[in-house]
């Protein structure tokens, strides 16, 4: 899955149980949309666990779209889903900084079904995946 204005990889770690999710360019509705239902789709495949969002050279995604993610998005992930799903976004710092500074965002239940972090590299996220 890529295009002209950006580069994507999706792959499934089995060892890991985890579906890898390295974006890098710019970041379309569309396309956000698109890379979602990919991966709803390779977890119901592969009934992998967890999964990495690698953001941090990506551009970043306005309001709007953090709104469909943090519902549309989530939903799709966890569609069909008897375990719980564990989401890491590794994210460029002005994210970061956001997240720690701005907590006004959708507040969302999704139960003992969903655990998000994000982090400001993907070692750590991963290493964050591993423990759930």
Known sequence: MSSATDQLTIEYRPSQHLVAVRWVGTCTRQRLRE???GVAALLTRTE???VLFDTRERAVIDPEDARWVAT????SLLADRATALSLAYAV???VLANFAANSSGPSL???SLLRVRVFAEPNGAI???LTQ
């Not at 549309?72 to 939903?75: L, M, R, T």
């Open 72 to 75: 549309e998005g989530y939903a």
């Open 35 to 37: 890379v979602y239902e």
């Open 127 to 129: 290493a964050w995946l």
């Open 92 to 94: 460029p710092m002005q």
């Open 109 to 111: 239940d999704f139960g």
């Open 48 to 50: 992998a666990s967890r």
